[in-house]
């Protein structure tokens, strides 16, 4: 059984930083890519970064230079540290797992999901 679950959400001023975790369970967590993905309300989910074993990572393009995606190999914790945040990122944030060894940020080919966090950027 896979098991993912996020935490660090909450709220932040325009410009602030956030650090999620995402606590995996199993062996899948060094076989498996890994991705954050970020839905805010009346919109579609999008993808906001991915990371595979072999260190591969991207990011969407509004992330760009923000937005890091890393992982504790020991721990078992992916993480994604949101540096000068931005309301527009405002989102629930939702950690993914994936057995497929391609780096994407499409959504339908990640299998396993965590329940989500929130993270609220607002002045």
């Known amino acids: 059984q896979v098991q993912l679950v996020e935490s660090g959400g909450g709220s932040a001023h325009p410009g602030g930083s956030l650090r999620l975790s995402c606590a995996a369970s199993g062996a899948i967590y060094n076989r498996y890519c890994m991705g954050w993905f970020r839905q805010a309300p009346g919109n579609e989910r999008e993808g906001v970064a991915a990371?595979?074993?072999?260190?591969?990572?991207t990011y969407t393009g509004s992330v760009q230079g923000r937005f890091t995606i890393s992982r504790d190999n020991v721990k078992n914790i992916l993480y994604l540290q949101m540096n000068i945040l931005k309301p527009e990122d405002t989102a629930m944030y939702y950690c993914?797992?994936?057995?497929?060894?391609?780096?994407?940020?499409?959504?339908?080919?990640?299998?396993?999901w965590g329940q989500g966090t929130q993270v609220t950027v607002s002045s």
């Open positions: 993914a797992a994936s057995p497929r060894l391609d780096l994407t940020l499409l959504d339908a080919t990640y299998p396993y």
């Open positions: 990371l595979c074993v072999d260190g591969r990572t």
